[in-house]
């Protein structure tokens, strides 16, 4: 199999720095159950990547609330809409044709999608 090329920059000195500083934070102030927090830390290292649409679409509202609360963040204020790897999701690219992005996430306009290519990445 031949390598990908590789579109999400990695982080500059001060922002690998920054990062690890908010993991490290969120794991010490957690309590709770520690998948929980394994989870909300993997959405953000994900969310660099593939940004807040993509992690709208593979989790439900609640479940990026949870993550959030745990992070001490908000994924659209943290997160470009589409990251540098969003069209590696299949979710994304199936999302494309949708007319209202909200809507389809929400479940109001349907999209053909299997909860397998929900969540997988070319």
């Not at 500059?12 to 520690?34: C, N, W």
């Not at 479940?63 to 609360?69: G, L, Q, R, S």
């Not at 992070?71 to 540098?84: D, H, M, N």
């Amino acid at each position: 199999m031949a390598k990908k090329k590789r579109k999400t920059p990695l982080a500059t000195e001060t922002e690998a720095i920054e990062r690890y500083r908010l993991m490290d934070h969120a794991i010490r102030e957690f309590a709770g159950q520690l998948d929980e927090v394994e989870s909300a830390l993997g959405m953000y290292v994900l969310g660099h990547h593939v940004g807040w649409k993509v992690l709208h679409l593979i989790h439900s509202k609640r479940t990026i609330k949870k993550y959030e609360d745990i992070l001490g963040i908000r994924v659209t204020e943290i997160f470009e809409a589409e990251g540098p790897d969003a069209d590696r999701a299949v979710v994304f690219k199936l999302m494309k044709d949708v007319s209202n992005f909200w809507k389809a996430v929400s479940g109001e306009e349907k999209v053909p999608i299997g909860r397998e290519a929900r969540r997988s990445i070319e």
